[in-house]
């Protein structure tokens, strides 16, 4: 009798698959940040259904190959994973857990996104999503990846998150913040001390910036322990009146024109 029901309900449902047909798609996101990422992604996933070589909508459901439909949207290299199914509705549901890019790569006139892991996300248009931009002199022994603990720091900071526009790596010992607002980049130097060295520039927002302006100095930098050094845009302006005796470090010695800024009571 078993037999005989799974024979006869095989029958029936293939009979039915014959006549109805599969009356759109449904994508659904796990595993995005945000509900905004969420609208972009099903975006994206429309548009590269477009691509795709067979039709979907109007399509008999006994004709939609779900395996292949998962097939084509993982080689597209932007999702962790893909799984496809028909609903009792008779919707092809896609269900899709993204590669969330935390930076976006620039070399030469190309680019491409990264996510926490590392990982390469094909910097399709219809999955744009605004995330940090970095660009840098890159090679085997230093990678984009290296800049990632920056590039966390810069995006969970609230102050930072706001007022970096890109990072520019240099080296893995130079990598400079270019502000929103115009004027200077801030040379953080590495990866290390993160924390002290934003609380340095943000006191030296408050105590400098206020008397000497945006268009004062071209960089400042950050990344020496215990000192801000700021260099003049104007070199021609600098004041030899005034002469300090103390030990210099190596590294410090080898910036053109710095000028050692006090971050406590004094301004220069």
């Avoid at 972009?40 to 590269?48: D, S």
């Avoid at 790596?169 to 990866?191: I, K, Y």
Wanted: charged share 25%; net charge neutral.
């Amino acid at each position: 009798m078993l037999l005989a029901y799974t024979a006869v309900m095989g029958f029936w449902a293939h009979g039915e698959a014959s006549r109805h047909v599969c009356t759109g798609v449904e994508i659904e996101v796990h595993g995005a940040a945000s509900t905004a990422m969420d609208s972009t992604i099903r975006h994206g996933v429309r548009e590269e259904l477009q691509g795709y070589p067979r039709r979907i909508a109007g399509t008999p459901i006994r004709e939609v190959d779900t395996r292949d439909v998962e097939r084509f949207l993982t080689k597209r290299a932007n999702f962790e994973s893909v799984n496809c199914m028909m609903s009792s509705r008779g919707k092809l549901v896609i269900r899709v857990e993204p590669l969330v890019p935390v930076m976006r790569v620039f070399y030469g006139d190309k680019s491409y996104y990264i996510n926490k892991a590392g990982k390469h996300i094909v910097s399709n248009a219809e999955f744009y999503s605004e995330v940090p931009a970095v660009t840098g002199r890159f090679n085997c022994n230093f990678s984009p990846r290296d800049v990632l603990p920056l590039v966390n720091y810069v995006t969970k900071d609230p102050m930072l998150s706001e007022w970096v526009s890109m990072i520019v790596a240099e080296d893995s010992r130079n990598l400079l913040l270019v502000p929103r607002v115009r004027g200077h980049v801030v040379n953080f130097g590495d990866t290390t001390r993160l924390k002290e060295k934003k609380e340095a520039l943000a006191m030296f927002y408050r105590q400098v910036m206020p008397y000497k302006g945006w268009e004062e100095y071209d960089t400042i930098s950050v990344k020496f322990r215990g000192q801000v050094v700021a260099t003049r845009r104007d070199k021609t302006r600098l004041n030899h009146a005034e002469h300090y005796e103390e030990e210099v470090d190596l590294e410090e010695a080898t910036l053109p024109q710095a000028e050692p800024i006090q971050t406590e009571n004094q301004h220069e």
